[in-house]
């Protein structure tokens, strides 16, 4: 890798290995010193894992753009060691189907920023935040950096467990511009993007407002994946400081398939029937109630589970701004102040058949007068046909709120050889979310699963809504003992109080005998003291080592993600006694995770090989209070609900990445990682009877694999570059992956390649046009079929699938002006 500056050499020595390859093209053609845009394919590109305790790489606007320009932030770490990312569609931007691990923590372990600004747990319908492509245009995006192991004391999360991925938004311009890009591509795939920049405006302030929209048909049904999207950022520098504020707005609608059921997520007479694929049937309406063959509003037997719904969407539309201020008193103190707010509203919708999953019996809580004989006897699912618009479909929707707000001061004080870093964060929030039945009707506006239900309900089954407070101070000092040894020590607080209550409580049946209800109620959690220590030692201005111990924490959920509200959540459990159980006996899942590594990095005279740089890090993680939903609470069957802790995690591992250098033009990047995630202990569920003695029934999770994360995993990258040209093969292989908390059903390895190339166009100096490029890529190479994502469904038996999605190409085009 080349650097312009060498006297920023030693600072920028220890970029990571898994970078280098990914940047190693521009790299070699930034040495020329052409354009300073990332959007002609030649900056320089600086990658930081630098004066860090602990592993953290970093890649820029450029690299993410080259796994598909309008590629998720999220989805470009995919190639980073130790990272699985998958989802249905080829930018990564799919919600419902997600699956992110990272030394096995999965999504929801994990914490998420945008310029410091918190983004939740990024799980599906989650309730307090939002996905990073929807706060932020993936073009407007400068840098995304993974802490793989502990992320810093300072980032504000409540769900970092395994570490943080913390993206930064691009800077304005001091040049007036103008950037515009356009994406064609296969199944209809249309992205247009536009950012003007201001240049310097007067009174030192510049900024930029760019606009997207994008569409793409769904490659195995007939449903469009579009939205639009708006960012602005202003900024102003002066001699006390640089004030910030950033605004965007999204609205998205999204199209979801449902999974494929096997084993035993699907019903034992249907086993045969596991389609690769289960598209909805929108807009074949007719065939929304022809298929129903199975009687009034009721899918064919012989599909079980694996019926097609009629259609089913999420809908989501955010607000986001902050307003930033780092304020320089005096020389060598930095004192940042933040306000921010996000507003989301949105839905996930769904049309389908009225006779599946127990749902007569819910329908009968609340009309009882339908039923005749039984709830689901023909006279009755008839009756439920009729209320629900005759179609023998009904429209479910499960809506959602946030509205949150909060504040963050940190200061920086370089004192001498210590860095003394402190600051806290707050966020007050007031999640909501209700589960509403509407008739199938265009009355209702519901015959689209792009359109929001207008008419009267059938039926709100619930309505919760929360209120919770989130603090987290943070107190950390980096000292520099010697000019090549550094220590450092801190700690944070994790503090929160969450509130819940339901203005619209679940009915239930009327053979019920003792009601039950969804609780209410408040739940403290706090962690006054979760202490990080850390080194970072250079032995020789071609090596660092680093060594970090750090503990986080999980805080409690107020709803589940995916699921709807049942989920691993208290207010979940369908009794007020469970509730007041879990507050008792519950403790909130925490990590202690230990890391070290050594990063190198050579310039070579061997021929052909002219550098190497490379790292390799192990780590150690005990996961412990690993929260379970042993029995969820279900409507239908009304028992005694139990989410407690099971025990905990034990996770070894080690990540080796290496990149060969080939002259200017070839790179050649690989990384290995293994991951061992073991469930240390058993645990139990009910109890059943065996010669008159009642004995608890044991889970033997003790000792297996923590489904969904392989053990072996391998990222390569081959670069090449010519002049104007230049190319990239990308792999990224997945092994093997128990999809079972018992490991006796596991989905096979895939190794998927993706193909980049692109072409940077010569432009007069003085013309019109500062800068033009077209890239071309292309997703899935060898078109490999497979399970992309998996869900887990039970202990042993079966679980659910989404399907790998096929070869695509796309080509963009780029202009600057």
Not at 748 to 776: C, H, Q, W
């Amino acid at each position: 890798m080349i650097f312009r500056n060498p006297g920023a050499r030693r600072a920028r020595l220890w970029a990571t290995s898994a970078v280098a390859a990914l940047l190693a093209a521009s790299a070699a053609q930034a040495a020329d010193g052409a354009a300073d845009d990332v959007d002609t394919g030649v900056s320089e590109v600086v990658v930081t894992g630098i004066r860090e305790t602990r592993s953290t790489v970093a890649l820029e606007s450029q690299q993410i753009q080259r796994v598909l320009p309008g590629a998720s932030p999220l989805k470009a770490i995919q190639f980073l060691p130790g990272v699985i990312y998958r989802t249905a569609d080829p930018w990564g931007n799919n919600e419902q189907n997600l699956s992110l691990f990272v030394h096995g923590f999965s999504t929801q372990q994990l914490g998420y920023t945008l310029d410091g600004i918190p983004l939740g747990d990024q799980q599906y319908g989650n309730y307090n935040g939002l996905s990073v492509s929807r706060a932020i245009s993936s073009e407007n995006v400068s840098r995304v950096t993974l802490s793989s192991g502990a992320g810093s004391l300072g980032v504000a999360s409540t769900s970092n467990l395994g570490g943080a991925i913390e993206t930064l938004s691009r800077d304005p311009s001091a040049e007036r511009g103008l950037n515009v890009r356009a994406t064609l591509g296969s199944y209809e795939a249309n992205r247009q993007f536009i950012r003007f920049d201001s240049g310097e405006i007067g009174y030192g302030f510049r900024g930029y407002v760019s606009y997207l929209h994008q569409d793409q048909r769904a490659w195995d049904f007939d449903g469009h994946q579009r939205g639009h999207q708006v960012n602005l950022k202003v900024m102003r520098d002066d001699d006390h400081g640089t004030f910030t504020f950033f605004a965007g707005w999204q609205m998205k609608v999204e199209p979801n398939e449902d999974a494929t059921s096997f084993g035993t997520a699907q019903t034992a007479a249907a086993q045969g029937f596991t389609p690769y694929t289960r598209p909805f049937l929108y807009p074949d309406l007719a065939a929304c109630s022809s298929t129903l063959t199975g009687g009034p509003g009721t899918p064919n037997p012989a599909q079980g589970n694996n019926f097609s719904n009629c259609f089913s969407a999420a809908q989501r539309e955010d607000i986001i701004s902050y307003v930033r201020y780092a304020w320089k008193p005096f020389e060598g103190v930095t004192w940042t102040n933040t306000a921010y707010y996000h507003y989301n509203f949105g839905r996930g919708i769904v049309a389908g058949p009225i006779n599946t999953a127990g749902l007569p019996a819910l329908f009968a809580t609340y009309y009882p007068n339908l039923v005749v004989g039984t709830a689901t006897s023909p006279a009755t699912l008839q009756n439920i046909v009729n209320l629900f618009g005759g179609s023998g479909n009904a429209v479910r929707t499960t809506e959602y709120r946030i509205n949150r707000g909060g504040v963050q001061s940190n200061v920086v004080w370089q004192l001498g050889d210590h860095n003394i870093q402190a600051g806290g964060w707050f966020e007050h929030n007031e999640p909501a979310q209700q589960r509403a039945w509407y008739p199938m009707t265009a009355a209702n506006n519901d015959l689209s699963p792009y359109n929001v239900p207008r008419g009267a309900k059938a039926l709100t089954q619930y309505a919760a809504e929360f209120f919770t407070n989130d603090i987290q101070l943070y107190l950390q000092d980096q000292w520099k003992v010697l000019p090549n040894l550094t220590l450092q020590a801190g700690f944070k607080s994790s503090l929160q109080d969450a509130n819940g209550k339901f203005p619209v409580n679940q009915r239930n049946l009327p053979t019920v005998a003792v009601p039950v209800r969804y609780p209410t109620g408040s739940i403290t959690s706090n962690k006054w003291f979760l202490p990080q220590v850390g080194v970072l030692w250079d032995p020789t201005e071609h090596e660092q080592v680093f060594v970090n111990a750090q503990q986080n924490m999980r805080q409690f959920i107020p709803y589940g993600a995916g699921s709807g509200f049942y989920g691993f959540s208290a207010w979940s459990l369908g009794t007020q006694a469970a509730f007041e159980l879990f507050k008792d006996t519950v403790k909130p899942e925490t990590s202690w995770t230990y890391e070290a590594g050594l990063r190198t990095r050579h310039t070579l005279d061997a021929g052909f090989l002219t550098g190497f740089d490379g790292q390799i890090s192990v780590y150690h993680v005990k996961f412990r209070n690993r929260l379970l939903n042993i029995a969820p609470f279900n409507f239908i069957n009304p028992a005694p609900a139990l989410l407690a802790n099971v025990g905990g995690v034990t996770t070894n591992g080690i990540d080796a990445a290496g990149t060969l250098q080939f002259g200017e033009h070839f790179s050649l990047y690989n990384a290995v990682s293994y991951n061992k995630s073991k469930y240390d202990d058993d645990y139990q569920s009910g109890t059943t009877v065996v010669g008159g003695v009642t004995t608890p029934v044991t889970v033997a999770t003790g000792g297996k694999q923590v489904p969904l994360t392989p053990k072996w995993m391998n990222k390569t990258v081959l670069r090449f570059n010519w002049g104007n040209f230049g190319a990239s093969l990308a792999g990224d292989y997945v092994g093997k992956r128990p999809v079972t908390y018992l490991n006796d059903l596991s989905i096979k390895s895939m190794y998927l390649f993706d193909l980049e190339a692109n072409y940077t166009f010569e432009v007069p100096a003085d013309g019109v046009i500062k800068g033009a490029r077209v890239s071309a890529n292309i997703t899935n190479l060898f078109d490999k079929k497979g399970v992309s994502t998996a869900v887990v469904t039970g202990n042993s038996g079966g679980y659910n699938a989404f399907p790998q999605s096929p070869r695509m190409g796309f080509v963009t085009l780029s202009a600057d002006f």
